[in-house]
């Protein structure tokens, strides 16, 4: 089963911005809705973008996402300790009749 | 207050079967989709399954012809029936509402250990 791609790490110092990149095809990306979600293992995943750039109530303006073509990518601005999580795209897949989520990226805020 | 509260995860042999039972409160259990996601160290997080309001059934290639997903509208709760386990399936399960916004609401997981 083809996953998109995030890198499986990504770093910044606190008040930095840092960006998570999700690589698919036209199938998943280039077609459907992405969304971003952050887990703390052993803890419940919290969506944080819907709808390639959507913020629910409750998730603050530092985080934002977008897409272009086959690729997305989730934003965090004014980096923050608590921010250290890991983060992955999500997104249906027409050919695969699927959801698929990334790889995850294990953001650490040195 | 939206809650999720999956049960029924534990210890099993490979090739044995588990029931996961997800109990759900706070917002109209019928009128929502839900889906099984599970997260383990190796893969992260992994889609499972998913039903929708009128009962269509979708699978992840990795479980189909093992597990079947179903619902109770009149006990608001969600099942995953899972037979022949593997090692592969030890993960924490989670249950999530499909919302508009996507899979919205999530609950705390039920680890599922499958080792002889």
């Known amino acids: 089963q083809s996953v998109p791609t995030q890198p499986p790490s990504a770093s910044g110092t606190p008040g930095q911005r840092v960006t998570i990149s999700c690589s698919g095809r036209?199938?998943?990306?280039?077609?459907?809705?992405i969304y971003w979600y952050r887990h703390l293992p052993g803890a419940a995943p919290k969506l944080l973008i819907y709808r390639d750039n959507q913020r629910p109530s409750g998730v603050p303006d530092r985080f934002s996402g977008s897409k272009s073509g086959t690729s997305a990518s989730l934003a965090i601005s004014g980096l923050r300790s608590e921010d250290e999580a890991d983060y992955y795209c999500?997104?249906?897949?027409?050919?695969?009749?699927?959801?698929?989520f990334g790889g995850g990226t294990k953001l650490t805020v040195l | 207050e939206v809650k999720l509260v999956e049960s029924g995860g534990g210890l099993v042999q490979p090739g044995g079967s588990l029931r996961l039972s997800c109990a759900a409160s706070g917002f109209t259990f019928r009128s929502s989709d839900f889906h099984w996601v599970r997260h383990s160290t190796a893969k992260g997080l992994e889609w499972v399954s998913s039903i929708g309001t009128s009962g269509n059934t979708y699978y992840a290639g990795s479980v189909k012809g093992r597990f079947t997903i179903s619902r109770e509208d009149v006990k608001n709760s969600l099942y995953l029936q899972m037979n022949s386990l593997t090692a592969g399936d030890t993960a924490v399960y989670y249950c999530?509402?499909?919302?508009?916004?996507?899979?919205?609401?999530w609950g705390q997981g039920t680890l599922v250990t499958v080792s002889s």
């Open positions: 999500a997104v249906w897949d027409n050919s695969l009749n699927a959801w698929v």
């Open positions: 036209s199938s998943n990306i280039g077609n459907n809705d």
């Open positions: 999530s509402r499909g919302g508009d916004i996507g899979f919205d609401y």
